[in-house]
């Protein structure tokens, strides 16, 4: 169990944080029907939302920690998020688990952020006015097939995947609810744990818990092209998701056709959110600098294409004209800026790339009002 593996650093590790466990025991309450295609969101709004008074857009950079000696590098990126003008971090941070068919779930201290250093790390943030969202994500150390990644897990009990699960998300609760996160992202593109026939029970099992512990806001960032099926939308404060729609069929796609393209997702997307009332996070919207980023956004292992930086620049100019000001968004996070820079070119980074003027411009502008959720 997740839990027992990391039980002695952590006895050692969470005495640095004070006052990190919240210990009142809401009722998830019981799980809705999904309904035809999958919308159990359209109905009745629950209670333990989470409103802010007043609430602006999340305009964010995403950050990767994936090394435990580069804390004081990674307070470094983030002082370079703050001076882009952004207004919002997104750490993202890992717990693995061996390949698909696995059940159990455990921590790399040689990778992973103990708490103290991603305490470090968070109020670093906070200290240079951001604000933060945290997002755990799980990944597979020894897929048993090259197609395996988190959104294609079969364990082989999925009742136990969910209790490993909620142990570790549990402990980044603790430690958001101890720095004052922002925002929590309870999963990430879990896509067959969406899909499974206890889906709604146990994610609003797991939600429930995580909101006993962690007072702030909560999302799940689903996959892009299925996030009217995700069944448990009501008990979030926003829809989340990645962005990683075709947006052109080539590099010589121009700004105007990407908007166009922008628009007809827009639509579908806005109808959506009308029947769930709530807004949207887009919590990785990013482009590589290479040839294939309109097509295939999500695909960067192409590094056999040229470098592209006009096509990346082109890429963000269209997203800001086409998303800037929308009520229906409360947010976006930028992927990705880490230490370091980018060493081949053709990364999704946009610092020291055309794409980082564009960017600057449009974090200098006015936010706006986001439509209140339910």
Known sequence: MFGRKIAIVAVLLYAVVVGCVMTSSESAGNAASSGAEGKSAAVAPVSGLVKVANQRPFCGIAMQLQRVDWVEEYKKTIDDIAAVGADTVSLVVDARQENAESTEMYVDMRKTMTVPQL????????????????????????????????????????????????????????????????????????????????????????????????????TYSSNWDRYEKVPFWKYLDFVGMNSYWTLGKNRDVSVEEINKNWKKIQEKMFDFLS????????????????????????????????????????????????????????????????????????????????????????????????????
């Open 119 to 218: 305490t470090d790390i968070i109020l670093h943030a906070k200290a240079k006015g951001l604000r933060v969202i945290l997002m755990p994500i799980v990944l597979l150390d020894n897929p048993a097939k090259e197609t395996e990644w988190r959104g294609t897990l079969e364990p082989t009990d999925w009742s136990r995947w969910f209790d490993n699960y909620r142990e570790m998300i549990d402990h980044y609760a603790r430690i958001a609810q101890a720095t004052g996160v922002d925002v929590l992202v309870v999963g990430s593109e879990l896509v067959s744990s969406e899909e499974q026939e206890h889906a709604t029970e146990e994610w609003v099992q797991t939600i429930g818990e995580v909101r006993s512990i962690y007072k702030g806001q909560l």
């Open 275 to 374: 029947t769930i009332h709530k807004p949207v996070i887009l919590l990785e919207a990013g482009w590589c600098s290479l040839a294939n980023a309109a097509k295939d956004p999500w695909d960067y292992t192409q590094e056999q294409l040229p470098v592209d930086n006009d096509l990346q620049k082109k890429l963000y100019e269209a997203f800001f004209q086409s998303w800037w000001g929308k009520p229906q968004l409360a947010g976006f996070v930028l992927w990705e800026m880490h230490p370091g820079g980018d060493d081949t070119g053709k990364g999704y980074t946009p610092h020291g790339k055309p794409a980082e003027d564009v960017m600057r411009e449009w974090f200098g502008k006015g936010r706006w009002d986001i439509m209140q959720g339910q």
